[in-house]
């Protein structure tokens, strides 16, 4: 008899979804439990709501989880019912209610990375046929040369794009998978796939352009001004100076579309950083006594 599980996937679809357990699973991943699930085309991040759900529809074949995420489960019991009156009482989806309920660290839309085998290197530079003679495309090329430039570590899918700033799509990436000329797999700490955008000034800024040279730069834009003399005045926090482009959203709000016009002046430079896990998740929490 096959073992099944519902499962809360943050879609936003008015319902759960049943998956099976593979058989060589000693046992069924507990309540609250993160796993990866088979969504279509992607692999998404899902939290374990029931086992052996009775309204599962019968004789369909259902898809196999892919892997567990937690030891332990991320939602105990209290909040899992009380995503449930949530779901309810505001008529939300029950998978968008859990994905609110967890940090964000831990609800990736698509958890796979893809990186770029020895085959998939071969045919990206000599561009002749494969081995089954299939050709080497000009779509197939791009997303070869988008993974290329990750490096080995790869690149999560999410941020995966073609040269036109499109996502490929996953049957396509499915089928170069199937070619070997990727691998798609997924990495345990969910920490290195999350990067924020760090602002920091320039030798142009921290020298003091003249006024009317800023005028001309950044238009008559009071917003913009304000925000570079902030940023000018603000003291380095590390090495490599700056600010996380998150603590300027209170003061700022536009600060992307401020910043849009300001990279090539050039007053300020942009970066990609890894994103420092947020406090509130400690490794292990002392065990105390309640009050």
Same mark, same amino acid.
């Given at each position: 008899?096959?073992?099944?599980?519902?499962?809360?996937?943050?879609?936003?679809?008015?319902?759960?979804?049943?998956?099976?357990?593979?058989?060589?699973?000693?046992?069924?991943?507990?309540?609250?439990?993160?796993?990866?699930?088979?969504?279509?085309?992607?692999?998404?991040?899902?939290?374990?709501?029931?086992?052996?759900?009775?309204?599962?529809?019968?004789?369909?074949?259902?898809?196999?989880?892919?892997?567990?995420?937690?030891?332990?489960?991320?939602?105990?019991?209290?909040?899992?019912?009380?995503?449930?009156? +949530?779901?309810?009482?505001? &008529?939300?989806?029950?998978?968008?209610?859990?994905?609110?309920?967890?940090?964000?660290?831990?609800?990736?839309?698509?958890?796979? +990375?893809?990186?770029?085998?020895?085959?998939?290197?071969?045919?990206?530079?000599?561009?002749?046929?494969?081995?089954?003679?299939?050709?080497?495309?000009?779509?197939?090329?791009? &997303?070869?040369?988008?993974?290329?430039?990750?490096?080995?570590?790869?690149?999560?899918?999410?941020?995966?794009?073609?040269?036109?700033?499109?996502?490929?799509?996953?049957?396509?990436?499915?089928?170069?998978?199937?070619?070997?000329? &990727?691998?798609?797999?997924?990495?345990?700490?969910?920490?290195?796939?999350?990067?924020?955008?760090?602002?920091?000034?320039?030798?142009?800024?921290?020298?003091?352009?003249?006024?009317?040279?800023?005028?001309?730069?950044?238009?008559?834009?009071?917003?913009?001004?304000?925000?570079?003399?902030?940023?000018?005045?603000?003291?380095p926090v590390n090495d490599a100076g700056g600010l996380a482009m998150a603590d300027w959203r209170g003061p700022f709000p536009r600060v992307r579309e401020f910043l849009r016009r300001l990279p090539p002046a050039p007053l300020?430079?942009?970066?990609?950083?890894?994103?420092?896990?947020?406090?509130?998740?400690?490794?292990?929490?002392?065990?105390?006594?309640?009050?």
């Amino acid at each position: 008899m096959t073992r099944r599980v519902r499962v809360a996937v943050a879609v936003a679809l008015d319902r759960a979804f049943d998956y099976a357990v593979p058989p060589e699973w000693p046992q069924l991943p507990a309540r609250g439990t993160r796993v990866l699930v088979p969504f279509g085309a992607r692999v998404l991040v899902g939290v374990v709501l029931a086992h052996d759900p009775e309204t599962a529809d019968a004789g369909r074949e259902l898809r196999e989880l892919v892997d567990v995420l937690d030891d332990s489960p991320s939602l105990t019991d209290e909040l899992l019912a009380l995503c449930n009156w +949530v779901s309810d009482y505001y &008529v939300a989806p029950i998978g968008e209610v859990v994905r609110v309920a967890l940090p964000g660290l831990m609800t990736h839309a698509d958890a796979r +990375v893809v990186t770029l085998t020895e085959t998939g290197r071969l045919a990206l530079e000599g561009g002749g046929p494969l081995l089954g003679g299939t050709d080497v495309t000009e779509a197939t090329r791009e &997303v070869l040369a988008s993974v290329a430039g990750a490096g080995a570590a790869g690149v999560p899918i999410v941020k995966l794009t073609t040269s036109r700033g499109r996502r490929p799509p996953g049957r396509l990436l499915t089928e170069l998978q199937a070619d070997g000329l &990727v691998e798609i797999g997924w990495r345990a700490d969910d920490d290195e796939l999350r990067t924020e955008t760090w602002v920091r000034r320039t030798d142009v800024l921290c020298e003091g352009a003249g006024e009317d040279e800023l005028q001309r730069l950044i238009g008559r834009s009071k917003q913009r001004r304000s925000l570079l003399d902030e940023l000018n005045g603000h003291p380095p926090v590390n090495d490599a100076g700056g600010l996380a482009m998150a603590d300027w959203r209170g003061p700022f709000p536009r600060v992307r579309e401020f910043l849009r016009r300001l990279p090539p002046a050039p007053l300020v430079g942009l970066a990609g950083r890894p994103k420092t896990p947020t406090p509130l998740r400690p490794a292990s929490p002392a065990p105390c006594r309640p009050p």
